[in-house]
Structure formats: C-alpha cells, structure tokens
C-alpha cells in the first residue's frame, strides 16, 4: 500500500469512527443535538450538544458502546434524499437543520444510515462496523468548541478519539502521546520554574524567571557575537511610533487587526509596534545613502506586540507578546545573491548550534492577483532564493503562488525530536515598503535608486524557540543552555567549606553553579538535581577533598569518582564552548 492509500484507508476507519462515537452519544443521551465529526490527524472528533458536561467516566461508557455497535457488524448504508426529505430527517437537529439550510439547490444531499444512527454525510465510510478493530480506537479527551468557530455561536463539547488500523499502532501511538504530554514546555516551564503566563494580568504575554531568563540570556549572547561575526550591526528601536508611521508603512490598512489598539497622546495616536521593519528604515533613511554603504545588515531582538484571538493563543508557541530575532538587509541588486546566499547559510549554522540536524525549505512565489514590485524584480529575487536553496543542498518545495504581496520568501522547517515540524527561520524579499518609505541610495552612475530590503528571523521570535527547544530536549538541555550547569553536593556538614570553594572557583570561571547545603539526605539531594534536570552534580567527600577532586554524576545517572577538578573543569568549559550534550 501507498503511503497515500494508507493515509485514505486511516481517514476512512477515522471518519467512520466517529460516526460510531455520535450513535453511542446518541444511545447515552437522546437529548443530544449533533454537529460534525470529521477525521483529523491522527484520529477524529465529533461536536455535541449535550444537557451536561461530559466527564472522563462518560467517556469509558461511550468507548463500550463503540465497541458493542462495532461488534453488531451493521452496515453503513448510503442513501440519496431531497432537500425537504433530508429537513424532515433531521427535524429534531438544529446544527444540521443549518447546515441542510445552506446547500445550495439541487446538490445531491446523501445521509448514511449505521442501524440505529443516521448522519448527514458525503461519505465515503468503511462498508460495515465490523471493519472496525474495538481495540483500535481511543477516546481522548473534552474540550469546548464554538458552532461554526464562531464566539456569539453556542459552545459545544468535543470529544477527541484516536483510531488505527490495529492494537498495535494505537498502542504506538498512545506511547508517542504521553512522551508529548511529558515534554509538553508548559507542564516543564512550571515544573522547571522556567516562565509562567498570567491571564489576569493580559494573556499571551510572557513572564521569564530567572531560570529561564538564564537560558534566555545563553542564547541571546550567543546571538549577537555570532551577528556581529557575521557582518551585523545591531539597533535598538522604541516600542512604539505615532500614526505616521504606520500609515506610511501600511501596516494599518493592510495589518490593523492584528495590531493593538491605539494610545494617545498630545493629540496624536501613537501604536505598539507589530514589526520592527519601519523603525530600521527610519534609520535608514536617516541620511542619503550610497552603493558604497551597502549592504547594511541591522539586527534588533526586537520586542513585537500583536493582537491575536485568546482562542488560539498556546503557552509559549502563540502569543501576544514576543521578541524578533531580526533584521533587515538593504542591498544594491548586485549584492543580492550573496546576501541571500549567506542569510541562509548563517541560518542553518544557527540553528544546528542548537543540535536541530534535520531541515527542509518552503519557497513562496508571487501570488496571483494583488502584489506590488515589477515582475523582474520578483524574478530576479525569487532565483535568489532558489539559488541559495540549491547551494544549500537543502530539501525544497516550492508554494506557487504562496509569497505575500510584497515579495517572494524562503520558510524553513526544523524537525524535532519527536519528529514534528517547526517554521523557524523566514527570509523575506520586500518591494513595499522601500517604495512607501521613499527608500535611495546613490548608485555608480550618480541616479538615486530603491535599494533591495530583506527581513530575516532565524530563531523566529525567542519565546516561540525557547517552547520548541523544551519540547526537543525534553527540559535536559544541553550543558550550554542549561540554567544550572553544576549542582555541587557535600555527602556531610563536614565538607560543606570544600563544597563553597569549588563552587566559587566555578563561578569564578563562569559556570552557572548551586550549591546544595541544605540538611536534606545526599540521595534526596540527588534527586533533586535530578529532577532539575541539572547536566552535572559534583559530590564531596573526604576523599575528594584531600584530594581536590570531584566525584561528577551526570544526569543520566553515570557516575565518574576521583576526577581532579581542574580537569573537570577543563572537560565543562570544552562541552559548553562546543555547545556539546554530556
Ligand atoms: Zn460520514
Ligand atoms: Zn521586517
């Protein structure tokens, strides 16, 4: 079988599974008014309309009715009716009345019928419910949807299942789910005391603690040396810019809903910026420019405010407020294919620093319709892109038609340890703004022309990167990122003087270090660290201390005694400069 075949074949059981789901809802609570049950990723879901909330011992039940329908073998039965037929079918259901409503006239309208359970529904289905494994299936869990996605629609509850062909793979998949939900950076940003989000205090905007901040600070250092080894400058921009600004930009004709509302202030309406773009071509602009200038390469880890529905907005992945690891190159057509040939190449050395290995690129073309530029531009851009690609060696797709009006970009996709997918970096061509914005330089000739403008994130906004580097490190972070690098451990009172000078001497070298002197028992103490998810723990004793060495515990349990410190030492500072794991 085709990966395609497998993929329709799992749609199918899924799909049919959830017809199967909202019969036995309908068997436990007749009252209930049904909506739609698709097939998702992975498995299915199906909206309800019920008299109560659904609790997780509902859910047992349910699954039992399943399986006993599955087990009756009937079949699924197709049949075609008219539109006043299907209205009469469903007279007693409100969601789908609405929907029957909404077809336009003279559409073939076909329901299935399962025995006791009909649904309104194009198909296809499995041809019976005994195809359906009883122990392939998972109910998972509740959640509250609006009809239609729509907040001043009622609020229905969800039920989540999973289906596979077999036990088998179902039991795989429940394995990959609970390594998920362990990994999941809001259940170990609390356990690890990394950020925390306050909905009383504004949703979708981010506290770092100080643990966090360390890790946040580690990968910030890093950034800026590697930038200005790059060829950056780095610029710091206000948070804010009057009107003008964004009027001149467009960004409020085109981008006003996803920006935060005004403030005013002596008269003027002033806006929290959602990009960092106008402020850097202000910089620009701030004298004539001439080729000789060129490129300027300006990076800002810039802190962007945008307005996105609480609906969607998810721990560190979705929020209102981030920082851009950004920049804008402005360039002569000349230095174009070097430029983006470099941005790339600084890209994937970036983020394979943080051990990603795995990457594929997303090239987006002009789409049809609205854009701005001229057509040899956006060719002469997009080759680019596509050159840089290729000298990469980087696996692509091209989306045709899928840039934004104002330029052709390149995604790239990291994949994680856990096989997902995140869109990282951007570089984005621009023909807009350098037109709004009046942007010259002087060229050869002595003519003013429009400079090339780029945008680039490669870490994309750090809140976003710090929730995906948890989730792949599963909060074990490699010993450069790690808050708290060495854990240092006396065995009794006794050697709590040698505990305090090694660890001085670590701080001293720029180790991020703790020193547990608390009375707890030394096993507790370990695993505590442990827990921590602390890369090293040193332990002391007699022996260590007449000897000044160190017994190093790492975190995966394997213990090393009697090492001399120095050279402890020696094998951390060449771990972190590497930015090597244990
Ligand atoms: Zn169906
Ligand atoms: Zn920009």
Not at 435 to 444: A, I, Q, S
Request: charged share 30%; proline share 4%; glycine share 8%.
């Amino acid at each position: 079988m085709s990966k395609d075949e497998k993929q329709e074949k799992l749609d199918l059981i899924r799909h049919s599974t959830a017809h199967i789901m909202a019969e036995a809802v309908l068997e436990k609570f007749p009252e209930a008014k049904i909506a739609i049950g698709p097939s998702i990723e992975n498995g299915f879901y199906y909206d309800f309309d019920l008299p109560r909330s659904i609790t997780p011992e509902d859910l047992e039940e349910i699954s039992e009715g399943m399986r006993e329908i599955m087990k009756a073998g009937k079949d699924f039965v197709r049949k075609e009716v008219s539109k006043a037929e299907a209205l009469e079918i469903f007279k007693g259901q409100p969601y789908k009345v609405e929907l029957i409503n909404e077809l336009p006239e003279g559409e073939v309208i076909t329901t299935y019928n399962q025995g006791g359970f009909t649904d309104l529904c194009r198909g296809p289905h499995v041809e019976n419910t005994g195809k359906l494994n009883p122990q392939s299936f998972k109910l998972l869990t509740i959640a509250g949807a609006y009809w239609r996605g729509d907040e001043s629609r009622p609020m229905l509850q969800r039920i989540y299942g999973t289906a596979w062909a077999n036990p088998k793979d179902l039991r795989m998949h429940l394995q990959h789910l609970e390594e998920m939900e362990k990994r999941d950076h809001r259940k170990l940003g609390k356990e690890l005391d990394l950020f925390s989000l306050h909905e009383e205090a504004g949703p979708g905007l981010v506290y770092w603690h100080p643990k966090g901040a360390r890790i946040r600070l580690a990968i910030e250092d890093f950034w800026r040396k590697e930038h200005y080894k790059n060829g950056y400058e780095l610029v710091y921009t206000p948070h804010v810019g009057k009107s003008w600004l964004w009027e001149t930009s467009g960004h409020l004709d085109f981008y006003k809903e996803g920006m935060f509302n005004s403030m005013e202030m002596d008269a003027s309406d002033y806006y929290a910026k959602p990009m960092n773009c106008p402020f850097h071509i202000m910089i620009y602009n701030n004298k004539k420019r001439s080729y000789r200038d060129l490129p300027f390469r300006w990076a800002e880890l810039g802190t962007v405010y945008r307005y996105e529905k609480s609906g969607v907005l998810h721990g560190l992945m979705r929020v209102r407020g981030f920082t851009q690891d950004d920049a804008h190159l402005f360039c002569t057509p000349e230095q174009m294919d070097e430029e983006i040939a470099e941005t790339l190449r600084f890209s994937l050395f970036m983020l394979k620093s943080f051990g990603f290995e795995n990457f594929k690129a997303y090239l987006s073309t002009k789409p049809v319709g609205k854009s701005v530029g001229e057509d040899s531009k956006w060719d002469a851009a997009t080759e680019s892109l596509r050159k840089a690609i290729e000298k990469e060696g980087l696996e692509y797709d091209i989306d045709e038609g899928g840039g934004a009006f104002y330029g052709p970009k390149i995604d790239l996709k990291v994949k994680d340890a856990m096989g997902r997918d995140w869109q990282l970096s951007t570089i984005q061509f621009d023909f807009n703004e350098p037109e709004r914005f009046d942007m010259t330089f002087v060229d050869h000739d002595g003519k003013e022309k429009r400079p090339y403008m780029i945008h680039r994130a490669l870490l994309g906004s750090i809140e976003r990167f710090f929730g995906v580097l948890i989730e792949h490190f599963g909060g074990a972070f490699p010993v450069w990122l790690a808050p708290v690098q060495v854990c240092v451990i006396p065995v009794a009172e006794a050697f709590d003087d040698y505990a305090k000078k090694i660890s001085s001497e670590l701080k001293a070298a720029g180790i991020r270090v703790e020193t547990d002197l608390s009375d707890s028992r030394m096993n507790a103490k370990i695993r505590n660290a442990q827990n921590q998810k602390i890369p090293y723990m040193l332990i002391l004793g007699e022996k260590e201390r007449d000897e000044n060495a160190v017994s190093v515990r790492l975190r995966t349990g394997n213990q090393t005694n009697g090492v001399p410190f120095s050279e402890f030492l020696q094998n951390i500072n060449e771990k972190i400069s590497k930015k090597e794991d244990l």
